[in-house]
């Protein structure tokens, strides 16, 4: 994908991901001045600051697969992504508006505005974190040679960081004395004005540039689906759900003339069992890279959400809770603005991993990169829980970014080509069983290799795949006696929006682990510097976990 006019595709294709996370980060970070002024006490606000990724937990395993085998004629992933922006657009009203809607709606009263708020606040959060899924399922329907997407999801998360850059910048900014602020009523008004424009024109930049391939043309069968149309049939042991439920979706699915929504409403709904049975039942390498992306955004996680307040009161020595004005309230917002800065040169150097990393990989292979993301972040972090120099520990912060640019890029270009070569990574599992007497007993399951696999077609040719295809009601019809072995349920008929999903829960996930049970570890170490001590020590069990990830298919020899 040589050429600076491809690269520039690029840039605009991943606007939508640098405005999601402009919005997010400018966005999250300028919510919790609002909810304390809205009278919301310190200890609900983080549990409001969590319904986000609590409801991406939950949901975001379904609109990853559904955006699988979504049949819209506007693409697969693009009606996902516009009703989530959607939800992000109307999430950017609600916020600085909140007083207003209480108002106008005659339900005045501190108690529906901070409801509004507490709506707006998980909307933003729950839709702009969920939004990255089919957006970057979108990358990998676009470049799926291996070269091409290393490019791609490097530039994604350059993109991101610069995002990150932007977002923790523009809430620092003083928007009050502008003549916008004056005529839209205030400083959060201007500011969240600003981020709906940023974020409308991407949403209409990544929009325009990117053409799906069609869903007539494509089919399923490239995105190795759980349900994959054949010439007029499906088949219900390779989708792993009852036939009558795949003729179901089949039928519904021909309903798309109603337009992109009832698309994406009626393939939810049909897909909900089969979509969480197959979440549950995940590749092996797929669970090993899940594992150790997981324990390092916990650490990753845990560094950034608290290493403001560990500056503020660990380095600084100032008291949140003093009064305002005395020296040690002084002291905690200089440290809270030093920390800040440390985070935004973390962005700053994570954009510049980025933008190196396709070389990186190339020179030293996804392996070395890494494990020695995650080494160098387990060393930075050891380093600012053992010093007192505001200076070091900032510039240890930002070498943090490295760590930040990888967990962005290479997960997802490992998903690309484990589902690329599915044969050789995600073989089938066969559950055997034995029908005696009318009674089924199961066996345990064994994998098959593609040459097994192979050899066991050319043996069973009255039956394609060694499947008994299913009627409406369910029985069985095969053409063999009913001493029939086989039941499937094939891992490579994985989607990559269902594993890109999964990856992006362990993301929520580690953002939830921090804000229940850090502050407990806090209480109980009697200091600050649990914050980073913990993030060592996931950093730590992150690096073992990610010597053990399948790179490439000498791995999986081990």
């Known amino acids: 994908m040589p050429g600076w006019r491809s690269q520039w595709r690029l840039v605009l294709l991943n606007s939508l991901a640098c405005g999601l996370e402009i919005c997010v980060a400018a966005g999250i970070t300028y919510v919790p001045p609002l909810l304390l002024e809205a009278g919301v006490e310190e200890r609900y606000m983080t549990m409001v600051l969590g319904i986000g990724p609590v409801l991406g937990l939950l949901f975001i395993p379904l609109i990853g697969s559904a955006s699988d085998h979504c049949h819209s004629s506007y693409g697969r992933r693009r009606p996902f992504i516009w009703l989530l922006s959607f939800g992000v657009l109307l999430a950017l009203f609600i916020i600085p508006h909140a007083d207003i809607l209480a108002a106008r709606l005659a339900l005045g009263g501190r108690t529906f505005q901070v409801g509004f708020l507490i709506l707006g606040v998980g909307l933003l959060d729950f839709c702009g974190q969920v939004c990255f899924t089919p957006l970057e399922a979108l990358l990998s329907d676009l470049y799926r040679d291996e070269e091409d997407y290393n490019q791609a999801f490097a530039m994604f998360s350059c993109m991101v960081s610069l995002g990150g850059c932007v977002g923790y910048l523009l809430p620092a900014l003083d928007w009050s004395r502008g003549l916008l602020s004056a005529y839209l009523g205030g400083q959060a008004e201007c500011l969240f004005s600003l981020l709906t424009l940023i974020f409308i024109s991407s949403v209409l930049i990544t929009m325009k540039v990117s053409e799906e391939p069609s869903c007539a043309s494509s089919g399923l069968a490239g995105s190795g689906s759980l349900l994959e149309p054949g010439a007029g049939t499906i088949e219900a042991g390779r989708c792993g759900v009852p036939r009558s439920c795949c003729y179901l979706l089949k039928c519904k699915l021909r309903l798309l003339k109603s337009g992109p929504l009832l698309c994406l409403l009626r393939t939810c709904w049909s897909m909900t069992p089969a979509i969480y049975r197959s979440y549950c039942h995940v590749p092996r390498v797929m669970r090993q890279l899940c594992m150790a992306q997981l324990c390092s ?229 009697q200091s600050v510097t649990a914050y980073i001590a913990c993030s060592v020590i996931f950093g730590a069990v992150a690096s073992y976990l990610a010597s053990r990830i399948i790179f490439d298919q000498k791995d999986l020899k081990n």
């Not at 990169?369 to 930075?380: A, E, L, Q, R």
């Not at 029985?475 to 594993?499: N, P, T, W």
């Open 297 to 525: 955004w916990i650490a990753v996680m845990s560094f950034m959400l608290f290493y403001t307040d560990f500056v503020g009161v660990g380095l600084y020595e100032g008291v949140p809770s003093a009064l305002p004005g005395s020296v040690s309230k002084q002291r905690y917002a200089e440290g809270i603005r030093m920390g800040s800065m440390g985070l935004f040169l973390q962005c700053a150097t994570s954009t510049f991993f980025s933008l190196v990393m396709s070389r990186l990989v190339r020179q030293f292979g996804s392996r070395w990169v890494y494990i020695s993301s995650m080494v160098s972040f387990t060393v930075s972090a050891l380093v600012i829980c053992l010093s007192k120099s505001v200076v070091l520990v900032t510039i240890m912060a930002s070498l943090t970014g490295y760590a930040y640019a990888t967990l962005q890029t290479l997960p997802y270009t490992l998903t690309c080509m484990y589902h690329k070569e599915k044969e050789v990574y995600m073989p089938k599992r066969k559950a055997q069983s034995a029908h005696k007497n009318g009674v089924t007993t199961k066996r345990d399951s064994v994998y098959l290799t593609a040459v097994e696999e192979e050899g066991r077609l050319n043996h069973n040719p009255g039956t394609p795949y060694g499947h008994a295809f299913l009627s409406q009601n369910g029985s069985s019809h095969s053409s063999g006696a009913a001493e029939q072995e086989e039941i499937e349920s094939g891992f490579e008929k994985r989607g990559v929006g269902l594993d890109f999903a999964i990856l992006d829960s362990t993301f929520l996930l580690s953002q939830v682990f921090p804000t229940l049970f850090m502050g407990m570890i806090v209480q109980f170490a």
